[in-house]
Structures are given as structure tokens and as C-alpha cells.
């Protein structure tokens, strides 16, 4: 089958992982990205642990299907050929701090000038705009001035950085969503733009119910652990063997009882002080201590069994060792196995998109570095071998797996 977004070129100057995320998605809908690396090193994530036959699994997981060329963007001769792929591509993806494109002579003024059609996506920390537009970020800066570092982890706790990189994923997303959008516009009015996306603005915006609830009632959220401000029972709770969750107190007042008599504390059924999933939340420092010791008394997987059965939903909490093995995401060919000729095979997760009518999913191996400059600048801009390896002698690319990067790794 096709893939939805098979014919679109993207030009991907990006690195580690906000603007990697984004175009892993779109190389995963069927985008020829052609990742763009500087020489002799190109993106420090090649250089991140853990490693397996000397390969960086983190920079393999993200990088999935792209091609690599190396250029030299600091040379005249490698801005010309920066210049002249871009008339040729849909979309040109960067993540540095604002202004660096620019200073480089690749900025979208320049860019569009040429190719009035082109897309051009940024990610940053905090934006083209704004006061702390110049400042560099990473992952936990905007976590922590975003606010979501202040409501995990458990009541009266210190702050926790959630257990994935949810700054730079979430602004990889919102990228992707922005640049299909901006295509699709770009179908009715046959012109590119700008796309200007910060962490920073995209933390405040997965946050929504957060800032509303301050604005609200006037109270700054804090962390409640695994409870939900609104809901009560909705959150994990122990086991005789482990954790499991139950997310009751929207809607389903009628399987209060039903729950109580599951977990053999019939008395609460009738309890005033209980009888709405506002009066739990209220009142959940009373009721929650009553339910622990309930739940304490049998494994997950028996009161799985008894609260499944009765439509209560509910599943177990899962180390990454158990999800890998839950059925369900086997089903769902959410871990894929890989094969690469010097990596050997690692699995990693796949996209969850599914179409009826087109493929998405993993198109192949991470590339090495420059392992496609000779193709792309042949398939692009037609230039032969002997331009190609006249260009490498000058050091303006480089072609076919780039250096031994194995002294600066660890």
C-alpha cells in the first residue's frame, strides 16, 4: 500500500530529539526525509548510550527510515547546495536556538525567496518571540517552568520530572500536527510560511486543565500522586503482588456499589460521607486509607479479574518488561523488531497511526552519517559522481558512513 504522505520532501536539520520526534512521525507516514548532519560528527544523539555493536540505540529509535547527507552549512559552497535542495523540498524542519538558521544564510527569508512553496518549521525552547527567546532550553528546563514537574510526584513531595521526555516529545507532535497542517493549506492557497513552535508554549497548552483549574479557584495545583483533582476512586493502589489502577467518578455513580461489594467493604456503599465521586474526592484522605487495605488483601491479576468482569475500568500498573509483553500491544505491532547491518536488530516502538486504506509504520534502519549525500545530491540536483567526490575532497559533504565516532561516545 501507499503511505499517505508519500512525494513529500523534508529537509531535516534537527538534533537529539524535539525536531527528530517530528519527522520520525512524518518518515513513519511515508515523508522522504533526508536528515541533514554536519560533518565529521553529525547529531550528537549518534553519541548517546546505551549502545549495541557500537550503534546509539536512542538516536536508532527516533531516526528510523530517514536518509543522512553531511554538509558543511559553515561553507559558501555548502549554503549553495543547502540553498538548491530546498527549491526541490516541501519542507525544511530546524530546532536551534532562533536566529542560528539565519546567521548561516539558510533562515526562511533566504529559503522562501527561492522556493515560495516551502514550508519551514522551527522548534525552540521559547519561541521566534518573547523574552527568553535567546535562551537555550532542553527537555527539564521547559518541564520545570512549564509547571508539570510541580503537580507529579506525590503530595508534599519535591518536584518530579516525569519518566519521559515529554518537553521535547510533546513539541515534536504539535510540529508534526503544524506542518500537515500547513500542507494542506498549502493545497488551496499554493504558498509555504513559517512555523514557529516552542516547548515552552506547548507545555502550557497540554496543561489546559491545570491553568484552568487555577484560574478557576484561584488555587496553584500541586501533586496528588497518582489521584486525579476531580475523581475519586481514579488512581493506582496497591496490591498483594503490585499496583493497579481504577478510574471511577465520571459519571458512574451506579458502579459505586458494585465496586464497594468487589472489594468486600459493603459498609461505604450507604456511607453519606461517599455517595458522589465529589464527596470522595472531599473527603479522600478518610476514604482512601480504607481502600488500600482493601486492595492490599489479593493479587492483580484476581481483582483484574473480579472489576473487568463487572465493567469497572481498570488495569494493572506495568514496568516497561510487562507492557513489552502485554498481549495487547503485541497485537497491535507496537514493538518492532529492526534489522541493521552493523547494529544487528533492535526493537523499538512503532507508530501507533493506522489507516484503512494506507501504510504508516517503520520504513527501515536509522542511516549512517552522510550514507545518502551521494544519492540525494544526484536524485535532487542531478550533480555526477565526479562533482560529488570533487565536493567531498573539499570537505563540503561527506559521503558513505563519515568517520569512526567511537572516542567521543560515553
Known sequence: MSRP??????????????????????????????????????????TTSPYQNGWSGYFFSINRGKRSIAIDLRSDEGREL???LAETADVVLENFTPGTMERLGVGYE????????????SISGFGQTGPYRDRPALDIVVQGMGGIMSITGEAGGGPVRPGASYGDIVAGL??????LAALHERGRS????AIDISMLDCQVSALENAFMRYFVTGEAPEAIGTRHPSATPFQAFPTADGHLVV?????????WAVFCGILGVPELIDDPRFGTSPRRTARHAELEPVLIAAFRRRPTAAWLE???????????????????????IQSRGMLRAVAHPTAGTMTIANTPIRLSRNESGIKGPPPDLGQDTRAVLRELLGLSDGEIDALRERRVVATEGGPDISAIRG
Do not use: H
Not at 538534533?15 to 522522504?32: E, N, T
Not at 533566504?110 to 518549521?121: D, G, H
Not at 478510574?247 to 458512574?252: D, Y
Open 5 to 46: 504522505l508519500d512525494g513529500i520532501t523534508i529537509l531535516d536539520c534537527t538534533w537529539v530529539l524535539s525536531g527528530p520526534y517530528a519527522s520520525m512521525v512524518l518518515c513513519d507516514l511515508g515523508a522522504d526525509v533526508i536528515k541533514c548532519e554536519r560533518p565529521p560528527y553529525g547529531d550528537i544523539a549518534r
Open 306 to 328: 473480579d472489576l473487568l468482569a463487572a465493567g469497572i475500568p481498570c488495569g494493572p500498573v506495568n514496568t516497561i518488561a510487562q507492557a513489552a509483553a502485554d498481549p495487547q
Open 110 to 121: 533566504a529559503l522562501a525567496s527561492r522556493n515560495p512553496r516551502l514550508i519551514f518549521a
Open 82 to 84: 543547502f540553498l538548491s
Open 247 to 255: 478510574a471511577l467518578g465520571f459519571g458512574e455513580e451506579n458502579q
Open 174 to 179: 504539535y510540529a508534526a500536527i503544524a506542518i
Open 190 to 193: 499554493g504558498r509555504g510560511q
